[in-house]
């Protein structure tokens, strides 16, 4: 059962071309990542549960794992109930804010908006081949919440509240959180453009 949970963790995102351009050394990101927001994550983000989303964009060498640009951004999201609406505090490079949105598809359109993002610097304009890669984790387990839960298993009465009928099932958690590693999350999307070569980018239009 553990082994089916792990694997479903990893997904393929939808459909999703990025669209790269030049402006000058400079390459410029844009993606309609609004498509990874589907109708189970909607849902998700209406239960009024908080769900944190962690979104990671770079642009690596198409043979090799050197990154030549990246950017990122986290968001912790709650749905109000009983007001309808949703608050997100949104972590970037740039620091942290806090927003409201009025429905769940509005947040979705303004996380996921990627037009014109300044995504690497100094690129030769030359036959070199690169790609990007998009990874949004939904729930991802950080080394703090990972060390909290194992500390738990740990505490004084911890293994009977969690077991009262037996060491079957407190054997099979611990064993789950023992494969658990920084990193997992409830769900990953996943997207990879299509090699492109350095010096056949249109354009940034002014």
């Not at 640009?69 to 309808?84: C, N, P």
């Not at 505090?89 to 300044?118: M, N």
């Not at 939904?138 to 738990?152: K, V």
Request: proline fraction near 6%.
């Amino acid at each position: 059962m553990i082994v089916c949970l792990l694997a479903l963790l990893l997904a393929a995102a939808p459909a999703i071309t990025p669209w790269i351009e030049r402006d000058g050394t400079s390459l410029v990101l844009s993606a309609p990542l609004d498509r990874l927001f589907d109708a189970d994550l909607l849902r998700r983000l209406r239960s009024g549960l908080t769900t944190t989303l962690r979104l990671q964009v770079w642009i690596e060498g198409h043979d090799e794992t050197t990154v030549y640009g990246a950017t990122w951004r986290v968001a912790r999201i709650r749905w109000d109930l009983w007001e309808e609406h949703l608050t997100a505090i949104i972590d970037t490079p740039e620091g942290s804010r806090t927003d409201r949105y009025d429905d769940v598809p509005a947040f979705a359109r303004g996380f996921a908006r990627l037009e014109g993002l300044p995504i690497a610097r100094g690129v030769a304009q030359d036959d070199h081949l690169y790609r990007v890669r998009i990874r949004m984790e939904i729930n991802p387990l950080s080394d703090e919440q990972l060390a909290r839960m194992r500390s738990w298993l740990v505490l004084p009465g911890a293994p009977s509240a969690l077991d009262p009928m037996g060491s079957g099932l407190l054997g099979s958690f611990v064993r789950f959180f023992d494969n658990l590693k920084p990193g997992v999350a409830e769900r990953t999307l996943v997207v990879e453009g299509h090699p492109f070569r350095g010096d056949r980018l249109p354009y940034v239009r002014r």
